[in-house]
Every structure is written in structure tokens, then in C-alpha cells.
């Protein structure tokens, strides 16, 4: 055991030989290094909420008759134009619908030359019934004729008329009948045009619900489309701050998928409040951008005044997990402090605790710098 003993000091001797002694950091010489003074800024209030892209505009394409679909033009993500025809459904009974209802009006309108004749006729035999009754109006003053004579010619006169009269009622029931076949004729192409499902807006198909034969119910979706550059951000509002955020307020809107901030105004606030979140919906309009779609997540920033807040250089701020530390300048010596950092803007970072108001921290800390070690601010 002392041989063991014995042996273990004089290889620990012969190492403490080979390696010389590193200087402590207080014998090193000063660093060089810029430091910046920890100073209050009067920063703007900010209250971020989360929300969501919608689009301004959306339409839900649905059938007005029941038919089975022939064919759908358009895939999802498809862009669309106004009026593109976008699904065909079978429409062989609506064409003979109005193929049935153009044939009661052209066999209505057969009917027009035999109703104008006969109404011709039937004034022709009038006027001749009243030129006869004149002239025997004119005998029977004169004592030419007798009453019955004269009577059969008044007669006469009332029967033509009447024969008129019903033949001008029949014309007028033909126009009638008319105007019924031609009515009948434009609700037939009305639903015929119904076959075909059109594009309302330019914009882009979201959903696509249905399929070649399948069945088409009145007021099913079958496309779901979404109007080309009309996008909204709405903002989830918590229900205390519904006195602070107006119409027309400024705000900030930051995307995750999108690099560059939106700087716009809030055009409506949503009344009701969301019982179960206590929080209310703000509407904010985006202008069209590259790449901006429904459903992309963002926050959105809504400047509440202004606040004092002690800041320092972004750059002085180090983070190590969930450890956030800074260098500071105590008697020409660099000291490490563990802070609490808050809010970033721009190039400088709130101190919410570990740092006093005039203190002087390395604004880039070089690697070689230690706790204790002289430094010297350029």
C-alpha cells in the first residue's frame, strides 16, 4: 500500500512539472472591448393577439335541381375567371322541357292567322248587318216594311256583334296563350342554364366536394371558391381590451410564413363576443402580397401608447437555454450577470430585472473574455 501511495505522488510531482500554470484572470491583460450604457427609452405599448387568414369573399357553388354531375372542370388550387363553367350536370330533361314548351308556343302562334281571319270575318258580317239595318231603319219610317222585317234586321245586328265580339275574345285568349308558351319557354331555358354551374368571381377553388356521377341535391356544395387577392386577418380580441381597440386603429401584422410586416388599420369590429374563448373578433384588411392565402397564422400588434422601459444592445444580451446573461463593467473588471430580458425592438432588448439605470454593459462580448478579467472600453 505505501509502494501504491508512494508511486501516485511521484506521478502527480512528475505531471505538475510538464504543465505550467494558467494565469488567473485578474493577471491577464486588459481586453479591449466597446460597451454601451444601460438607459431608459420610452418604448411603445404594444397588446399582440393571435388569429388567422380568411378571405374577404367566399362562395359555396350548389345545385338549383336535382340531377346527377356529368362532369367537374376544376381541381383544387385551380385559378378560375367570372363565368368560367366550372360543373356540368346531365340536363336531357331539362332540353326536353324546353324543347316541350317551344313546341306550345309555335303551335300557339300557328293559331294567329285562323284567329285574325276570323275576327275580319266576323266584322265584315258586322258592318253588313248594320248597313241593312239602316236602310230598313230608313223603310220602317217610312212605312215600307213591317215590324217583323224590321225586327229580324235589328236582330241580325246583335247577332254580328256578338259573332265579333267572340272572335276578338278568342284572338285576345290566343295572345294570352302566347305570352304563356313564352313564359313557359324562358323558365325551360332558365333551367337549362341552372345545368351549368358558373364562376361568380375571379378567385380559386378551396374544396371540391364533388365527383363525375355523383348526385346533385338543390343547395348541397359541390365547389367552394375563394375571390382572388380579397384576404382579411382576423384577430382573436380578449374581451378586456374592447374599449382600446377601435375601427380604424393602427396595427401591425406579422405573418409566420411571410417575411415583411403589414401595416394597416382594423375595418370592423365583430359585435358578439365568443362565449367560450371571452374574446371578441377585429377584422383587419391586407393588401394583396405574394404567397398570402387563407388560414396562414399571424399575430397581430396594436400600439396602446407608450412606457418606459430600461434597454440595452441586443447584442450585449447572451442566451444559454433558458439562461440569459449579460457582461457588465465593474471597477475595470468584466462581471457576468444573469438578467431577465423582455421585448426586442430593433437593436435594443428591455431589461426587466438583474441591471440598474447607468450601468455598462459589452455591447459583443469577444470569446476570450472571462469573469474578473481588466478590461479597457473603447
Not at 333551367?191 to 346533385?216: C, H, K, T
Not at 439562461?323 to 431589461?351: D, F, K, P
Request: charged share 25%; aromatic share 4%; hydrophobic share 45%.
Amino acid at each position: 500500500m505505501k509502494k501504491v501511495i508512494l508511486f501516485a505522488a511521484l506521478l502527480a510531482a512528475a505531471c505538475g512539472r510538464h504543465e505550467p500554470a494558467r494565469p488567473k484572470a485578474e493577471e491577464l491583460p486588459p481586453l479591449k472591448v466597446q460597451t454601451a450604457e444601460a438607459a431608459r427609452k420610452d418604448w411603445p405599448s404594444l397588446y399582440e393577439a393571435t388569429g388567422t387568414v380568411r378571405a374577404r369573399v367566399t362562395s359555396m357553388l350548389s345545385a338549383r335541381i336535382m340531377s346527377n354531375v356529368q362532369e367537374v372542370r376544376v381541381q383544387v388550387g385551380d385559378q378560375v375567371r367570372p363565368g368560367q363553367v366550372l360543373v356540368v350536370l346531365d340536363a336531357r330533361d331539362l332540353d326536353a322541357g324546353a324543347r316541350q314548351a317551344e313546341a306550345a308556343l309555335g303551335e300557339a302562334r300557328s293559331g294567329i292567322p285562323e284567329a285574325d281571319n276570323a275576327v275580319a270575318a266576323a266584322k265584315a258580317q258586322l258592318e253588313l248587318a248594320q248597313v241593312t239595318f239602316r236602310r230598313m231603319e230608313d223603310l220602317f219610317q217610312k212605312k215600307s216594311i213591317s215590324n217583323q222585317e224590321f225586327d229580324e234586321a235589328s236582330a241580325r245586328v246583335r247577332v254580328a256583334r256578338a259573332n265579333h265580339d267572340m272572335a276578338v275574345s278568342r284572338r285576345a285568349q290566343l295572345d294570352a296563350k302566347i305570352q304563356q308558351a313564352e313564359a313557359a319557354l324562358r323558365a325551360a331555358s332558365v333551367n337549362r342554364d341552372f345545368a351549368e354551374l358558373r364562376a361568380p368571381f375571379a378567385g380559386v377553388v378551396i374544396e371540391r366536394r364533388a365527383e363525375a356521377g355523383s348526385v346533385a341535391a338543390p343547395g348541397a356544395p359541390l365547389l367552394v371558391l375563394e375571390q382572388a387577392g380579397a384576404y382579411q386577418f382576423e384577430a382573436a380580441i380578449e374581451e378586456s381590451r374592447i374599449a382600446a381597440i377601435r375601427v380604424g386603429a393602427p396595427v401591425t401584422v406579422v405573418l409566420d410564413a411571410l417575411d415583411k410586416p403589414v401595416e394597416t388599420k382594423v375595418f370592423e369590429i365583430v359585435p358578439a363576443l365568443d362565449p367560450a374563448a371571452r374574446t371578441f373578433t377585429a377584422k383587419i384588411r391586407l393588401a394583396p402580397m405574394p404567397h398570402l392565402r387563407s388560414g396562414l397564422f399571424g399575430r397581430a400588434r396594436f400600439p396602446l401608447g407608450s412606457r418606459s422601459v430600461l434597454t440595452v444592445p441586443a447584442a450585449a444580451v447572451r442566451r444559454q437555454g433558458q439562461m440569459e446573461s449579460v457582461w457588465v463593467v465593474e471597477g475595470g473588471r468584466a462581471r457576468h450577470r444573469l438578467i431577465t430580458a423582455g421585448a426586442q425592438h430593433g437593436e435594443w432588448v428591455e431589461v426587466l430585472s438583474g441591471l440598474r439605470e447607468g450601468e455598462r454593459v459589452i455591447a459583443a462580448a469577444p470569446a476570450e473574455i472571462a469573469d474578473g478579467r481588466t478590461v479597457e472600453a473603447r
